[in-house]
C-alpha cells in the first residue's frame, strides 16, 4: 500500500502563487506515476498534471506554463508550484499514485484563490 499526504493549500488573492507538497510513504517501488488533480464545488475531481518515474511530465492545458510538476526521489516528495493562480482555480487538490495495482489517493487540500 501506498499513503499520500497532502499539504501547503491555503487562500491566495489572484496573480499569486501556492507550493503544494505530498508526502509519499508505504510501497514506494511500487508507483509508476503520480499526479495531481482537483475538484471544483459542484464540479468532477479532474486530472491536470503527472509526472513519471522516469521524470516524463504531462499537463493539460489549463494549468501549462503556469504550474510545475517536479518531485523529490530521495525524499519521497512530489510538489505542485503553481503561479499566476486564477479564481477559477480554486477548489479541493489531490495527489494520487499509480501503481501496478490499485490507484491511491491523498485526503486533498483545499486551494481557495480570491478575485
Known amino acids: 500500500q501506498v499513503q499520500l499526504v497532502e499539504s501547503g493549500g491555503g487562500l491566495v488573492q489572484a496573480g499569486g502563487s501556492l507550493r503544494l507538497s505530498c508526502a509519499a510513504s508505504?510501497?514506494?517501488?511500487?508507483?509508476?506515476?503520480m499526479g495531481w488533480y482537483r475538484q471544483a464545488p459542484g464540479k468532477q475531481r479532474e486530472f491536470f498534471a503527472a509526472i513519471t518515474v522516469g521524470g516524463t511530465t504531462k499537463y493539460t492545458d489549463s494549468v501549462k506554463g503556469r504550474f510545475t510538476i517536479s518531485r523529490d526521489s530521495a525524499k519521497n516528495i512530489l510538489y505542485l508550484q503553481m503561479n499566476s493562480l486564477k479564481p477559477e482555480d480554486t477548489g479541493l487538490y489531490y495527489c494520487?499514485?499509480?501503481?501496478?495495482?490499485?490507484?491511491?489517493w491523498g485526503q486533498g487540500t483545499q486551494v481557495t484563490v480570491s478575485s
Open positions: 494520487a499514485a499509480e501503481t501496478d495495482g490499485l490507484p491511491y
Open positions: 508505504g510501497s514506494i517501488s511500487s508507483i509508476t506515476a
